[in-house]
C-alpha cells in the first residue's frame, strides 16, 4: 500500500503547440489537502483534467496509489475512487438539485436491473423499484445536507446562485464516494468570509468522509488555512511547492504573484 | 397511431439521450419486413411476429450504433451517420431476394386492427415510460445535460446511449410491424430519410425530453395529412408551415422538457413532497 493517495510523474500536455503542462511531478499524501495555486491559465485546470481522464496526457504518468491510471476513461477512472468537481460548473442543468445527487449514487447503489425498471413499475406493484427510487432520494438528502441544501432539493439545478451550485457539485462529487476528492476552485466568487466558511466544510467533509483532497484555489487565505502541502505552477510548470509557511517566503513565488501586481488573487 | 409507436422509441432516444437519429425509417423498414415474412412465408401468427420485428430492429441497432456510439461521434457528425445508415438499409431492402427487391412483399394480411395498435401503443408508451423515469433514463438525461460531467459521475457514455438506441430501434420495429399489417403492402421506398424526418419533426415538435408532448405532435401529425387528402400538392406545405410555427412560437416544442401532467403543476410533485421530509408517495405514476 502506498502512503500517496495519488501521483503523477513528469506529467506533459501539449494542446497543438501550446505547453499547458510539462514535466510536472508531484505526490498527494492519504488523507491530507493539498492546493494547487498559479495565475490564471498557468495549467491547473489541465493537471486534474489529465488526471481524470479527461484527455490523455502527452507526456508522463498518473497513479492512484500503485496503480498506474494514465489511459483509462473518466468513468472507469471515478469507479478508481476519484471524483472531482468543475470550475466552470457543470451540473445536470434541468434536473432537480436532489436528481443531480441520485444520478452519482447510481454507480454505488445500482439497485435494480432493467427488466425490473421497465415491467416492474407497474401502479399496483409498488416494489422494488419504488423502494429503491425512495433510498436513493434519502440518501442524496443526506449530501444535500451535508454541504447546506438540503432545503432547496426539488429546486431546477440551473436556478441555483453560483455559490450554492458549486456546493451542489461538491455534494455530487462525495456522492460517488471518492477517496480522492478534486475540487477546481470551489471558492470562486465567493467573497473572504464565504470563503473561509467554505473552508471549515471543506475540512469537515475531509474528515467525515475520509478522503483526500485536492483543490485548486485562487483564495489565499483558504489555502494557507487548509492545506497541508501546496503546488505552485506558472506557464505550465512548477515553480515551487511545500508547506504553506515555505510557500509564503518562496522568493520565486513571490515574484511571480507580486511581479504580476496581484495580491492574493 | 402507428407511426406514434414508433415515434416514442424516437422520443426516448432522441429526446433523453440528446442525439438525433435521420435513420429512425430503417429500423421500421427491418421491423416491417421482419414481420410480414414470419407472417406470409412462415405462416406465424402476428403477435407472434410482433417480438421478432422489435428484435431484429433492435438488433439492427447495433450495427449502427456500436461502430458510431463507440467512436463518440460528436452529435452532428451522428446524425449524418444514421442518415447514411437509414439509405444502405433501404438499398439493401431493394436488392435481398428475401425481401423481393424493389417490388416489395404485397397482400400480406390486415392485422393492425385499431384496438391492437392502441394497446401496442399503450404498452410502448408504458415501457419508455418506466425506461425514461428509472435509473436508466436518469443516466441518459445526465449526458444529454452534460456528458463530461456525466462521465465524471462514473456513467459509461457508450452503454447508455447504446441502450437507449436499442430501446427506441425495438419500438420502432413494433411500430413497422403493425405499419407492414396495415397497409398490407409494403416498399423499400416507402422508408426513405423523409419518413425518418418526419419521424424526427415530431419529437421536436412535441418537445425534446417529453414522452407525451412526441406522441400527441405524432397522431396530430399523422391526422393533418389525412384531413388534407383532398388537397394532396399543399399537404406537406401545409405540414411544414405547422413545424415551421412551433419551432417560432415554442423552440422546446409543445411539451418541452415536461409531460402533460406536469403543465398542471409548478414543479417535479413526487421528488418536491418526498424531499420535503414528507411520506406522501405515490401520485408520479402517470
Ligand atoms: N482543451 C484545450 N484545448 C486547447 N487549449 C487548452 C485546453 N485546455 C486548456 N488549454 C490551454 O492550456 C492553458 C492552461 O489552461 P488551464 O489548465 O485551464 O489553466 P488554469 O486552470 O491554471 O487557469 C491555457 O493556455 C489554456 O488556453
Ligand atoms: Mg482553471
Known amino acids: ?265 | 397511431m402507428i407511426q406514434a409507436i414508433s415515434v416514442t422509441g424516437l422520443a426516448v432516444f432522441t429526446g433523453f439521450t440528446g442525439l438525433m437519429s435521420l435513420g429512425h425509417a430503417a429500423f421500421i423498414a427491418v421491423g416491417a419486413y421482419t414481420a410480414a415474412i414470419c407472417t406470409k412465408t412462415y405462416g406465424l401468427p402476428f403477435i407472434a411476429a410482433i417480438p421478432l420485428a422489435a428484435i431484429m430492429a433492435g438488433l439492427v441497432s447495433l450495427v449502427i450504433g456500436i461502430p458510431t456510439l463507440r467512436a463518440k461521434l460528436r452529435s452532428d457528425y451522428f446524425t449524418i451517420a444514421t442518415l447514411g445508415f437509414g439509405e444502405a438499409v433501404r438499398v439493401l431492402l431493394e436488392n435481398l431476394s428475401i425481401t423481393n427487391g424493389a417490388r416489395g412483399l404485397a397482400s400480406l394480411t390486415k392485422y393492425s386492427t385499431l384496438p391492437r395498435a392502441a394497446i401496442a401503443l399503450a404498452i410502448v408508451v408504458f415501457l419508455a415510460k418506466n425506461f425514461v423515469f428509472s435509473r436508466y433514463g436518469r443516466m441518459a438525461i445526465a449526458i444529454r445535460e452534460d456528458h463530461v460531467a456525466a462521465e465524471m459521475a462514473g456513467i459509461n457514455l457508450f452503454n447508455v446511449r447504446l441502450r437507449s438506441l436499442f430501446f427506441s430501434a425495438v419500438c420502432a420495429g413494433v411500430g413497422g410491424a403493425f405499419h407492414a399489417h396495415y397497409i398490407a403492402f409494403i416498399q423499400p421506398n416507402m422508408f426513405t430519410n423523409v419518413q425518418s424526418t418526419l419521424l424526427t419533426a415530431s419529437v421536436v415538435a412535441g418537445g425534446i425530453g417529453s414522452l407525451t408532448g412526441p406522441v400527441i405532435a405524432a397522431l396530430l401529425f399523422a391526422s393533418i395529412p389525412e384531413l388534407l387528402r383532398a388537397a394532396e400538392m399543399w399537404r406537406l406545405v401545409v405540414y411544414g408551415g405547422v413545424l415551421v410555427a412551433i419551432m417560432v412560437l415554442r423552440p422546446q416544442g409543445i411539451f418541452g422538457y415536461r409531460e402533460i401532467n406536469h403543465l398542471f403543476r409548478r414543479k417535479r410533485p413526487a421528488v418536491v413532497a418526498e424531499a420535503a421530509g414528507s411520506s406522501a408517495d405515490g401520485g408520479d405514476d402517470s
Open chain 1, 1 to 265: 500500500m502506498s502512503d500517496y493517495a495519488a501521483r503523477v510523474e513528469n506529467l506533459g500536455k501539449n494542446f497543438g503547440g501550446i505547453l499547458a503542462a510539462e514535466e510536472i511531478t508531484f505526490q498527494v499524501r492519504e488523507k491530507e489537502i493539498m492546493g494547487i495555486i498559479g495565475p490564471n491559465g498557468a495549467g491547473k485546470t489541465t493537471i486534474f483534467n489529465l488526471m481524470t481522464g479527461v484527455y490523455p496526457p502527452t507526456a508522463g504518468k498518473v497513479f492512484l496509489g500503485d496503480e498506474d491510471v494514465t489511459k483509462l476513461a473518466p468513468d472507469v477512472i471515478v469507479k478508481k475512487g476519484v471524483s472531482r468537481t468543475f470550475q466552470n460548473i457543470r451540473l445536470f442543468k434541468r434536473l432537480t438539485v436532489l436528481e443531480n445527487v441520485v444520478t452519482a449514487l447510481d454507480l454505488n447503489y445500482p439497485l435494480y436491473n432493467i427488466g425490473e425498471a421497465l415491467f416492474l413499475n407497474l401502479p399496483f406493484l409498488k416494489g422494488k423499484v419504488k423502494r429503491a427510487e425512495k433510498d436513493l432520494r434519502d440518501k442524496a438528502m443526506s449530501y444535500l445536507d451535508t454541504v447546506g441544501i438540503a432545503h432547496l432539493a426539488g429546486n431546477q439545478a440551473d436556478s441555483l446562485p453560483y455559490g450554492l451550485q458549486r456546493k451542489l457539485e461538491m455534494a455530487r462529487a462525495l456522492a460517488l464516494e471518492p477517496k480522492l476528492l478534486l475540487l477546481d476552485e470551489p471558492a470562486a466568487g465567493m467573497n473572504p468570509e464565504e470563503s473561509m466558511d467554505l473552508a471549515r466544510l471543506i475540512q469537515k467533509v475531509q474528515k467525515d468522509f475520509d478522503v483526500t483532497v485536492l483543490l485548486i484555489e485562487h483564495h489565499m487565505d483558504l489555502v494557507m488555512y487548509l492545506c497541508h502541502h501546496i503546488f505552485v505552477m506558472n506557464f505550465g510548470r512548477e515553480l515551487a511547492q511545500g508547506s504553506p509557511e515555505e510557500i509564503q517566503e518562496n522568493p520565486a513565488v513571490l515574484k511571480a504573484y507580486l511581479g504580476e501586481g496581484r495580491s492574493n488573487g
